[in-house]
């Protein structure tokens, strides 16, 4: 059985820091990519960053680059996302994806984790 646990979310106040996890069972991680998205109330989902199977190579938003780090532990079967310089704008329910890289039908999404950021 595939599970994606997420943790991590909380309240912060602006300027402040939070760092999620997303740890895989049930799939080789080494054949993964990972990426974080998130939606905010009224809004769509979109994604805020990603990390390559092959290479460790990452991807941002616009919106987080520089704030934000993805990051990931194969050999713990986690991902990571740092997040400094948080911004009320970042309030949202992070959710965590994971691609297969050879097989496109394996795609699975964590619970989701809310993070806020207000003082």
């Known amino acids: 059985q595939v599970q994606l646990v997420e943790s991590g979310g909380g309240l912060v106040q602006p300027g402040g820091s939070l760092r999620l996890s997303c740890t895989v069972s049930g799939l080789a991680f080494q054949f993964l990519r990972m990426s974080w998205h998130r939606r905010a109330p009224g809004k769509e989902r979109e994604l805020v960053a990603v990390?390559?199977?092959?290479?460790?190579?990452?991807n941002y938003a616009d919106a987080v680059k520089g704030r934000f780090t993805i990051s990931r532990d194969n050999a713990k079967k986690t991902v990571y996302l740092q997040m400094n310089s948080l911004k009320p704008e970042d309030t949202a329910v992070y959710y965590c994806?994971?691609?297969?890289?050879?097989?496109?039908?394996?795609?699975?999404w964590g619970q989701g984790t809310q993070v806020t950021v207000s003082s």
């Open positions: 990390i390559f199977s092959v290479g460790g190579s990452t």
């Open positions: 994806n994971a691609h297969h890289i050879v097989n496109d039908a394996l795609d699975y």
